[in-house]
């Protein structure tokens, strides 16, 4: 079983940064692949960013390309999202999640989940 804490969520200005942190616990973190989710008021949870066991791979939804960057530690059992140039339309709830083996894009094939983490960005 392996456990997720999400933090560094915040209200900022459109523009700004802000760095999510994914604290795991429960399992040998570099067998994951991580992911971070958003889900804004009223729609579904869509992925953001993804990135292997190992952080050899990563992959990015079209509208983060080029300003939100994955990384991970697996020496601190921890995942990061570093966002830049942050718009209105980022805000949502930020979720980690992890799942067993390859990284894969879809939402429905990450088995833990964090309890989420509040991004406002205001413009």
């Known amino acids: 079983q392996v456990e997720l804490t999400e933090s560094g969520g915040g209200l900022v200005q459109a523009g700004g940064s802000l760095r999510l942190s994914c604290a795991a616990s429960?399992?040998?973190?570099?067998?994951?692949?991580m992911g971070w989710f958003r889900q804004a008021p009223g729609k579904e949870r869509d992925t953001v960013a993804t990135?292997?066991?190992?952080?050899?791979?990563?992959g990015y939804a079209d509208s983060v390309k080029g300003r939100f960057a994955i990384s991970r530690d697996n020496a601190k059992n921890t995942v990061y999202l570093q966002m830049n140039s942050l718009k209105p339309e980022d805000t949502a709830v930020y979720y980690c999640a992890a799942r067993r083996g390859v990284r894969s894009s879809a939402v429905s094939m990450y088995e833990y989940w964090g309890q989420g983490t509040q991004v406002s960005v205001s413009s």
């Open positions: 990135i292997s066991g190992s952080g050899g791979f990563t």
């Open positions: 429960g399992g040998t973190f570099s067998n994951y692949a």
